[in-house]
């Protein structure tokens, strides 16, 4: 009675601890991919500052210049 018991809560406890590893592997996978679009998005900023002019010699538009005629 009380090996088959021990049994039991050895399951359990192996079960646990497969789904714990899983979760694991998805966490870091997931981490691993989040900092691949980090990079990949500095290099972005980095190049859009790059394109930009220096000065910020575009002048502020209003919105109401880039509605179409027909408003």
Request: no cysteine.
């Given at each position: ?34 900092q ?18 220096e ?17």
């Amino acid at each position: 009675m009380v090996s088959q018991r021990l049994e039991e809560r050895l399951e359990a406890l192996e079960v646990k601890a497969a789904f714990t590893e899983d979760l694991l592997d998805q966490l870091n996978l997931t981490i691993y991919r989040q900092q691949q679009q980090i990079e990949q998005l500095q290099s972005e900023v980095v190049q859009l500052r790059q394109q930009a002019p220096e000065g910020g010699g575009a002048p502020v538009r209003s919105l109401r210049d880039e509605l179409p005629p027909h408003y």
